[in-house]
């Protein structure tokens, strides 16, 4: 705390002898500690700043606050301006019509202690002010991050491109996401095609297992990442003359880039990628094999996401 504090309170003529005036004073002079001084000042009308930033030099005044009251006494501005710092401050407080002179005096004197650099007032606030002008709601340190562990809900249709193996569905998962964006991730999807070569029709479905990392913190609204999944596909092939169906399951992977916008709630999401099969899915006819299912595949998604 500083040895000596001195505050030069401007008033307007007539309000120095006011009743919350000696009230103010001795809030302010007791929280901000007996060797301080509020030193007041009675002018006939509003003097420009300057002026009485020159009347605070001379008295070597750490704080200089002009004191404007409403008429009913019910709405106190404070015009703030700090020895060390350029510039000035708005405050303004609200009283209720009820509440007696003197205590308004008490809480515009605690007020002021609160605004003096380098003074931890003592004592409590005599009561709740009106939010202050100069004061915003706090906001957090930005961070790398900034987020808490969370699960999410994914919904999305999917396209795969990719010769016979081009196909329209969807999906869902469900997600972990960590603190620090990394995230599992559980799902499954299936998708309908058609096979051209024999007339026939496509259905690839099955689980997905993966992993992956969204960046960005919490305050961001685009985010972008990437994911690698395990799958394993049951691909069925349907033929329609001859009526025939046959399936089997094959293992693969993914690796997809994601791009998302949180729009709380609520996230909406794109992805982009391939995914490649561990193994052959080939298409006869008797004997001869009119085509095959490649093992590579383009992916898109889009989707929305619910982060619980």
Known sequence: MKSAVIVLLVVARGDMQEPPMNALTRAAERALGEDSRIVL????????????IGLAEQM??????????????????????FAERAGWLERDLVFSPDEPLAERGRTLGFEIATMVPDTVPHGSAPRDASPSGDRPAPTPPPSRRGREPSLAVDVHAVEAIGGDATGFGGGAAVRWIGATG??????????????????????????ELGTGWISGSVRDTLHFGARLDGLAQWTQVSL????????????????????????????FYGALGSEY??????V??????VTAIPRLRFVIELGARLRF
């Open 41 to 52: 000042h009675e002018q006939a009308a509003p003097s420009p700043d300057d002026e009485v």
């Open 60 to 81: 070597r005044a750490t704080v200089v606050v002009e004191l404007q009251w409403s008429a009913d006494r019910t709405r106190a501005h404070l015009h703030v301006h």
């Open 182 to 207: 990394a995230f599992l991730r559980v799902g499954a999807s299936a998708r309908f095609g058609r096979i051209a070569a024999v007339d026939g029709t496509s259905l690839m479905a099955g689980p």
């Open 240 to 267: 329609t003359s001859p009526s025939e169906r046959r399936a089997r399951w094959v293992p693969g992977v993914d690796l997809l880039a994601e791009l998302s916008y949180d729009a709380s709630p609520s996230t």
């Open 277 to 282: 099969a561990f193994g052959d899915t080939k």
């Open 284 to 289: 006869e006819l008797g004997d001869t094999e």
